[in-house]
């Protein structure tokens, strides 16, 4: 199908995440009235499994062996249809939370994906992002933001509403089990 998605590097780290995050999803929904009904979006969903991380340091699982622990916290779309292409342009903007642990370096690294889908599961495209966070000074928690702008051709009267884009952290098989195991 080929490539759906493209990035603005617009990261943002701040300490009160709400307020921004908020205004960047409001200042896509314009405030002069549309002449006809936006398009319907895709539905995001986060994946259950791999909407927290727990980065350990070394072998040992230990509270002490912690280096980080990362949740998706929160999530937008705003999606508007280019009528000469047929193309849904979406910007999907993610909300990280990021805890230091007593076994941080000073930074967290880590990826998270970005997949389009069909409403039979088909993923008609995949790709994974990489962040880094440093926590500065004496900060013990951050939170990011980062835009994703995938792209999803409409074929054979399809809407946005056919669609799902799925967000999940990027897991080792030890960090998927651990997540497994709280759940």
Do not use: W
């Not at 490539?3 to 409001?26: E, K, N």
């Not at 939370?97 to 889908?117: H, I, M």
């Not at 809407?159 to 799925?166: H, K, L, N, Q, R």
């Amino acid at each position: 199908m080929g490539r759906l998605f493209s990035r603005v590097l617009s990261r943002v780290s701040f300490q009160s995440g709400a307020v921004v995050f908020a205004s960047l999803i409001l200042s896509g929904c314009g405030l002069i009235e549309p002449e006809e009904a936006p398009p319907a979006c895709p539905e995001i969903i986060v994946l259950k499994e791999a909407e927290e991380m727990t980065r350990f340091q070394g072998q040992g699982r230990d509270l002490t062996d912690v280096a980080f622990e990362a949740s998706i916290n929160n999530f937008a779309n705003v999606c508007v249809l280019d009528e000469e292409t047929n193309n849904l342009n979406n910007q999907v903007v993610v909300r990280f939370e990021l805890t230091q642990g007593p076994a941080s370096d000073g930074g967290a690294k880590f990826n998270y994906f970005v997949a389009v889908a069909t409403h039979d599961r088909k993923i008609l495209s995949r790709e994974s992002f990489d962040l880094v966070a440093p926590f500065e000074g004496n900060r013990t928690s951050i939170a990011l933001v980062d835009n994703i702008f995938p792209t999803i051709p409409l074929r054979n009267g399809k809407t946005g509403a056919d669609y799902i884009i799925f967000i999940g952290f990027e897991l080792t098989r030890s960090e998927l089990y651990y997540n497994r195991t709280k759940i």
